[in-house]
């Protein structure tokens, strides 16, 4: 059943500010221990659709949520193949908390291209105590995605957001819901919104299938008049060519490697201790049956190949932004055709994976009490995010014709 609130600050006195992650090493080695914690009852927490709350403060407490803001303003400033390794590693133990801060990564990227000296000293110290962005990007019932009726309105020295939203990833657990709405001139304007603002509401309603407890549902922003200071010109990142579209999307690619990894570490498991061999097959155990054997190598090419692209993709990506200079169109072009590839078989294991894990693990497998129906769920509703078919169009179409790809998040 669905519920309303009026989402309210944390209580700072209580809250400790966050570990600060000095570098790379360090943010891959807590990577590891945070998945390790949240592991253990992922599983239960997608049956009984319980949100993370308690898990959550323990993900960002720990800094990773930190990871990117720039040295130059104290925080670690990783590289991208490390980001999208954390990201894979916490996907891997659960998808839900893998994709949380999938959208506040590309809103620290939005202070980074956007903001003047003054907000991102502000904000990036407030990302370094650990205070993490939800999200009110999509709207239901739209033309398409870009298609917003939410209105920013500038009013004096301050902005009045109105209007309601749709997929809101991680509002439910936020410091700050930023909300994206149009100018008069349709310019898109990105408004941080405090926590307890007035007018501001997270309805919990998110009832899809996967990704059960990311609860992405909806937010209500009612004429909330929003300082200058929290308000962002989000038009910029695409105006110009920048990463963040590229960016946003190989975090999303991240995510779907990691349910793969975790879809088929479960069919090893389960083939291993439990699945029986066909009766044709002549062998005692079914981790011996020569056509399981075929299928677990197939599986296992197609995660390699899938995480090479990741890989390559973030390399890419590293590889421009170290640039001293600005990136060019066909910076960003390169790079986003080099994570359309990746997100491509991202996309394709993980369906691969969720349903193979039955086909091999048996009839047992499919029993509510293991619960390995997640992996396919997670990723068929994680992988819905934008359509891949459109990826193989956007690759062919740079590949044969030169065309660039649109710049916008899903690219």
Request: aromatic share 8%; hydrophobic share 40%.
């Amino acid at each position: 059943m669905a519920t309303t609130q009026d989402i309210s600050a944390p209580d700072v006195a209580k809250k400790p500010h966050a570990h600060v992650i000095r570098d790379d090493a360090e943010a891959i080695s807590v990577a590891h221990e945070i998945a390790a914690r949240l592991a253990l009852q992922a599983s239960d927490r997608d049956r009984e659709r319980r949100l993370p709350y308690e898990e959550i403060e323990w993900f960002s407490q720990a800094g990773l949520w930190a990871i990117t803001v720039p040295r130059q303003y104290g925080g670690a400033g990783v590289s991208y193949r490390t980001l999208t390794e954390v990201i894979k590693i916490i996907a891997t133990a659960d998808p839900s908390l893998g994709q949380l801060p999938q959208n506040h990564l590309g809103l620290v990227d939005v202070i980074a291209l956007t903001g003047d000296e003054e907000q991102k000293q502000f904000f990036f110290g407030e990302i370094l105590r650990g205070k993490r962005f939800g999200n009110g990007f999509s709207e239901k019932g739209t033309k398409n995605v870009l298609d917003l009726k939410t209105r920013v309105t500038a009013s004096g020295d301050a902005f009045v957001v109105h209007g309601t939203k749709f997929y809101s990833t991680g509002a439910l657990f936020a410091d700050y819901v930023p909300v994206l709405g149009l100018d008069e001139d349709r310019r898109s304007w990105l408004a941080y919104i405090p926590a307890g603002t007035a007018g501001l509401q997270v309805v919990d309603d998110w009832s899809g299938f996967g990704q059960r407890t990311t609860a992405s549902g909806t937010v209500i922003v009612d004429q909330v008049s929003v300082p200058a200071s929290h308000v962002f010109p989000a038009h910029k990142v695409s105006d110009v060519p920048t990463l963040n579209g590229p960016i946003s999307q190989i975090i999303q690619a991240a995510i779907d490697a990691g349910i793969a990894r975790a879809a088929i570490a479960d069919t090893l498991a389960f083939v291993r201790e439990r699945s029986r061999p066909w009766i044709d097959s002549g062998v005692e155990r079914a981790s011996d049956d020569p056509l399981v054997v075929r299928e677990v190598g197939h599986l296992h090419i197609q995660l390699h190949a899938a995480e090479a692209l990741l890989e390559r993709a973030a390399l890419t990506i590293d590889e421009i932004a170290a640039k001293a200079t600005s990136p060019t169109e066909d910076d960003i072009a390169r790079a986003s055709v080099a994570v359309g590839e990746a997100k491509v078989l991202t996309t394709e294991v993980s369906l691969l994976a969720g349903e193979k894990l039955f086909e091999l693990a048996g009839t047992q497998s499919t029993l509510a009490a293991h619960n390995l129906d997640r992996h396919w769920r997670n990723a068929r509703t994680h992988t819905l995010h934008d359509p891949v078919r459109w990826k193989y169009h956007l690759i062919g179409n740079y590949y044969l014709n030169g065309i660039k790809p649109t710049r916008h998040p899903w690219n």
